[in-house]
C-alpha cells in the first residue's frame, strides 16, 4: 500500500493560501452580489410606491394603498395575492367596493355571500370560490381580534415577526404570504418594525435568480420531500445567511429581476439585467 509521505511545511502552507483564497474571493464575489441587491431594494424603497401591479392613477391603487383609512383593503389583498397575477388581487378591494357601496369595515363585516360573489366574479380570480371564503373569514379575524382595525396587525413596537406571524393566522396565508406582506410593510410603506425581521418570501422567480446569481447551489433530487419543497428550505436560510438583519431584503430584487429578465422559459437578457457586470449566470448557457 502506497503511504503517501507527509507534507513539508511550505508545501502545506502554499495548499492553504491557495484554499483560503479561492474561498476568499468567492466570499467577495458573493458580497458583491449581496450588497448589489440590497443597493436595488432600497432604490425601490426610497420610491415607497406602495403596492405594485397596478396603475398609480386608478381608484383601485388608490385604495390598497390607503393603509390609514383602510388597512383591512391590504390584507384582503394579500389574502388573494396567489395563483393570479399581481393586479386581479390588488385590484379585487376595489371591486369588492364597487359591489358593496362603500369600503367601510362596518359595511363589510355585515356583506351578504351574494355581494361577495359578484365582486370575485368579476374579477376574473381563478380561486373565486376559496376567495369567497377566505375574504369573509378575514374580516371576522380583524373584527373579531383587532377591533376592526386591521393597522393593528402591525401595531407599532411589533417585531416583522410577530407581525408576519399574525398574517399567518389569517385562513389561506402560508409563509410566503405572511412574509410577502410583511416585507412589502416595511419596503413600501415605510413601516418601522423591531428585529427579528421577516424571512425572504420563496417563489419560483426567488429561486432561480438565487441560483443563477451564484447564491445558492441547485439541487438535483430529494427522495423525502419535494426537491422544490426542500430548495425553498434551503433559501430561507441562504438568506439568513446573507442578510441576516433583513433576509427578506433579499426578496423584492431577486423577485423583480427575475420577472423583468432572468426569464425561465425565454433566454436571460443579462444585457439590461442590473447584476449583468458581475453575475455568474450559473446554469446559464
Ligand atoms: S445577469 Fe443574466 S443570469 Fe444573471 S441574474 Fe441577470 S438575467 Fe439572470
Redesign the pocket.
Known amino acids: 500500500m502506497f503511504i503517501r509521505p507527509p507534507l513539508k511545511t511550505g508545501a502545506r502552507n502554499r495548499i492553504l493560501v491557495s484554499v483560503t483564497s479561492e474561498l476568499t474571493s468567492a466570499d467577495s464575489q458573493i458580497d458583491r452580489v449581496v450588497s448589489r441587491l440590497r443597493r436595488f431594494g432600497q432604490d425601490s424603497r426610497d420610491r415607497k410606491g406602495g403596492v405594485s401591479g397596478l396603475d398609480p392613477r386608478s381608484a383601485a391603487y388608490a385604495l390598497v394603498n390607503d393603509l390609514n383609512r383602510f388597512p383591512h383593503a391590504f390584507v384582503l389583498g394579500c389574502i388573494a395575492d396567489r395563483q393570479v397575477k399581481a393586479d386581479v388581487a390588488w385590484r379585487l378591494p376595489h371591486l369588492i367596493r364597487e359591489e358593496a357601496g362603500d369600503f367601510e369595515f362596518k359595511t363589510l363585516v355585515e356583506l351578504p355571500e351574494s355581494v361577495w360573489s359578484a365582486a370575485l366574479k368579476r374579477s376574473g380570480h381563478r380561486l373565486a370560490t376559496m376567495m369567497g371564503g377566505l375574504l369573509p373569514a378575514a374580516i371576522q379575524l380583524i373584527a373579531n381580534r383587532y377591533g376592526g382595525d386591521a393597522k393593528r396587525v402591525w401595531a407599532a413596537g411589533s417585531s416583522g415577526a410577530a407581525v408576519a406571524r399574525r398574517f399567518l393566522a389569517f385562513d389561506g396565508v402560508g409563509p410566503k404570504i405572511s412574509n410577502m406582506a410583511v416585507n412589502i410593510l416595511i419596503r413600501n410603506f415605510g413601516v418601522s418594525l423591531a428585529p427579528p425581521m421577516p424571512d425572504i418570501a420563496v417563489d419560483t422567480h426567488v429561486r432561480r ?1 438565487f441560483v ?2 451564484g447564491l445558492l447551489r441547485p439541487l438535483d433530487h430529494s427522495r423525502l420531500r419535494s426537491t422544490r419543497a426542500k430548495q425553498k428550505l434551503r433559501l430561507q436560510l441562504r438568506a439568513r445567511e446573507l442578510s441576516p438583519d433583513w433576509p427578506g431584503e433579499l426578496d423584492w430584487p431577486t423577485y423583480h ?1 427575475g420577472r423583468k ?2 426569464h425561465a422559459r425565454l433566454a ?3 444585457r439590461e ?1 442590473r ?2 457586470d458581475i ?1 455568474p ?1 450559473i446554469g ?1 448557457s
Open positions: 435568480v443563477r446569481l429581476i429578465w432572468c436571460p437578457n443579462c439585467c447584476m449583468g453575475c449566470r446559464v
